[in-house]
């Protein structure tokens, strides 16, 4: 083979280095190093796998040299990868034991087989390399929005070319009935990308809630630049959105500029979302508002927010009902997955018919309990008092103030009310004593005989069974069952006990069985106290 033709083949393996690096938008080094292995493969088929075959292609020249590593050692157990020390200083008089001597070897004339293994080398080589340059490139452009060209459609899911990598919209990340052919340009959002055996997965969707908001942010210039916040979204994809929005600026209306002029703002992100329609709500830190704005077009007469369990109760005019509930539920499953709380809905017929059963029950409550006449009892109720403790332990002159009462009855009332409880007491003890509940928990300061029935009734009946519960055992919880947020019921349920008492008690008990000291609770107690000043301070200095 004469010069010129070897410069040609050293040329041409360059060329086509530089072509697949910059098709594949690799780097070049990742190509030549991908053909030096595929050369090493087709050099060991030839001189045998035992051997440790080297190839190296200069990146400059495009010349290819191979060789084979052979290990200096004292005594030789084999040959193709090892040499004697006495040989190595032949070839090299600096040589010793552990070095590496290089053995130069003619190039390999590649046999039609060799030549295609070497192939199936380089392509996988430069395809490994591929999909790692498109995962680095995408895997922090998690909550873009990216616009491709369809591809292909398999099994209802969309493949999306982006120019430098390939990207899939599953069928339940489209739009219903929405349908893409091949070559048809798409907008969607980045909401995943991994690493898979076939190489790096971007995972686009057009139905995430975070999609209308980042539509909305490309559609409304206040929101690309901080003026305007988005709170929150909640979607019903293809059919209705709620979306909260937030003016960091007095003189801004954030629901009119997410809106525009006629409309044009909403407009744009309604086209592109297939005409889902959307309501533009404005966020309030306070929840009832923000609740009441949330269930709009629907008008709210009053709510009642139960904080700690994350629920509303919200009475609407009858002839609202169905419009704060919507089609399927629609209006109000939105509004409950926008503000986070479990809302309840009810006519104000609904309301007086339970205020009235309630006013029943506590009348009968009263007359029963304290011997009274209904009269009496209907007084008691009108002014608020709800149960027999309230009687027993509140100020006299509130019982004689109630018109129709005066101080003899007031007190009468309130002696009846404490026989009633001194009673109930009496027997709840004789019934904490069968239970085999402990006395020693009496010690904890807020325990009555009626929670200690309640108590063993659930299994607690040490000082050391009582120190094991946990806040949420004492009190409750909740938790999703079959899409539904259901209550658990706690051990204590009825006593109106909440969580900051319900750890005190817990606490209580832990000192008592030795677990913790009262140090270690006021040390802890001070680092709590430590840490808050430090928000405070922090936040003034912001200010």
């Known amino acids: 083979m004469s010069n010129a033709a070897v410069s040609a083949n050293r040329l041409e393996l360059l060329q086509i280095a530089d072509a697949v690096a910059r098709e594949k938008s690799i780097d070049k ?19 045998g796998q035992e051997n ?13 040299r191979l060789y084979r590593l052979l290990n200096v050692v004292e005594g030789v157990e084999n040959d193709s990868t090892e040499i004697s020390l006495a040989e190595a200083t032949r070839r090299n008089p600096a040589a010793q034991i552990g070095d590496f001597i290089s053995e130069n070897l003619p190039p390999v004339d590649f046999s039609r087989v060799a030549a295609q293994t070497a192939k199936q080398v380089i392509v996988q080589k ?3 390399a591929e999909r790692e340059r498109q995962y680095e490139e995408y895997k922090d452009r998690i909550g873009e929005i990216v616009h491709g060209v369809v591809k292909r459609a398999e099994y209802g899911n969309v493949i999306v070319d982006l120019g430098r ?6 069928r339940d990340e489209l739009l219903p009935r929405e349908t893409f052919r091949n070559g048809d ?19 686009l969707s057009r139905n995430h809630p975070q999609f209308m908001a980042r539509l909305f942010a490309q559609e409304v210039p206040e929101i690309y630049d901080g003026i305007i916040e988005i709170k929150a979204v909640a979607r019903d994809a293809g059919s209705r959105a709620k979306i909260a929005v937030l003016s960091n600026d007095g003189s801004i209306d954030p629901v009119g500029a997410c809106v525009g002029m006629r409309g044009s703002r909403v407009q744009a992100v ?3 979302l297939q005409g889902e329609k959307i309501d533009i709500i404005q966020w309030s830190p306070d929840a009832a508002t923000f609740i009441v704005n949330a269930l709009a077009p629907a008008e709210v007469v009053k709510v009642v927010l139960d904080e700690e369990a ?11 009902l169905s419009l704060a509930i919507g089609r399927r539920g629609q209006n109000v499953r939105l509004a409950s997955q926008l503000t986070g709380w479990y809302i309840d809905i009810l006519t104000e017929a609904d309301e007086s018919e339970r205020r009235q059963e309630e006013f029943q029950q506590r009348t009968e409550l009263f007359t029963t309990c304290l011997d009274v006449d209904e009269v009496i009892a209907q007084l008691l109720t009108s002014e608020g008092f709800a149960s027999i403790e309230e009687v027993a332990y509140v100020e006299l002159y509130e019982l004689a103030d109630i018109e129709g009462f005066d101080e003899d009855t007031a007190e009468e009332l309130q002696n009846r009310a404490k026989d009633y409880l001194e009673q109930k007491t009496t027997e709840a003890d004789k ?25 063993g009734e659930n299994d607690v009946k040490s000082m050391e069974d009582f120190a094991g519960c946990a806040t949420d055992d004492l009190i409750g919880w909740y938790e999703n069952v079959e899409g539904e947020r259901t209550r658990m019921p706690g051990f204590l349920d009825g006593f109106e006990v909440d969580a900051d008492q319900a750890n005190v008690l817990i606490m209580a008990a832990r000192v008592k069985a030795g677990w913790v000291t009262e140090e270690d609770l006021a040390a802890a107690e001070d680092g709590e106290q430590t840490e808050e000043e430090g928000e405070e301070n922090a936040s003034a200095t912001a200010e």
């Not at 080094?29 to 030839?46: H, N, Y």
């Not at 440790?52 to 290819?64: L, M, Y």
């Not at 994350?310 to 609202?320: C, K, L, M, N």
């Open 126 to 128: 430069v395809r490994d």
């Open 270 to 272: 309604v086209n592109e």
């Open 185 to 203: 340009r798409v907008r969607a959002y980045i909401y995943d990308v991994r690493r898979e055996q076939r190489g790096p997965q971007i995972f």
């Open 310 to 320: 994350e629920r509303i109760e919200v009475v609407v005019p009858d002839d609202q």
């Open 52 to 64: 440790d075959i080297r190839a190296e292609i200069d990146p400059k020249t495009g010349e290819t």
């Open 431 to 455: 019934k904490r004593r069968e239970l085999g509940v402990a006395d020693e928990l009496y010690e904890i300061s807020g325990l009555t005989a009626p929670m200690l029935v309640k108590l």
């Open 165 to 170: 990598a390939e990207a899939i919209v599953r």
């Open 29 to 47: 080094t990742v190509v030549i190093g991908a053909m030096e292995d595929a050369i090493q493969k087709a050099a060991r088929s030839r001189y």
